[in-house]
């Protein structure tokens, strides 16, 4: 069974940035399409940004410029470079496949953006 795990979430001042790191064991990484996801208090969960096995990346309008996402295949493991951090980035992340059929969904790392 495919088992995801997120990290690096923590509390950041506005402007700041974090790193991000989701590990995965199995065959995910063999998946054309994997991305990180985010869901906020209240909110539906939201794709942030994708990157293919082969580098084709693609960014949600409201991070563009700001996140940076890569994968290492030899790693099983996908990252997401956030800078310039904002309070509405402050959500729940989570990394998966793209699109559905999902995996099943990890335990998340917790963003908080707030002075």
């Known amino acids: 069974q495919v088992q995801l795990v997120e990290s690096g979430g923590g509390l950041v001042q506005p402007g700041g940035s974090l790193r991000l790191s989701c590990t995965g064991s199995g065959i995910i990484f063999s998946v054309k399409f994997m991305g990180w996801y985010r869901q906020a208090p209240g909110k539906e969960r939201e794709l942030v940004a994708s990157?293919?096995?082969?580098?084709?990346?693609n960014y949600a309008d409201s991070v563009k410029g700001r996140f940076t996402i890569s994968r290492d295949n030899a790693k099983n493991t996908v990252y997401l470079q956030m800078n310039s951090l904002k309070p509405e980035d402050t959500a729940v992340y989570y990394c998966?496949?793209?699109?559905?059929?999902?995996?099943?969904w990890g335990q998340g790392t917790q963003v908080t953006v707030s002075s």
């Open positions: 998966n496949r793209v699109p559905s059929p999902w995996f099943s």
């Open positions: 990157i293919s096995s082969g580098g084709r990346i």
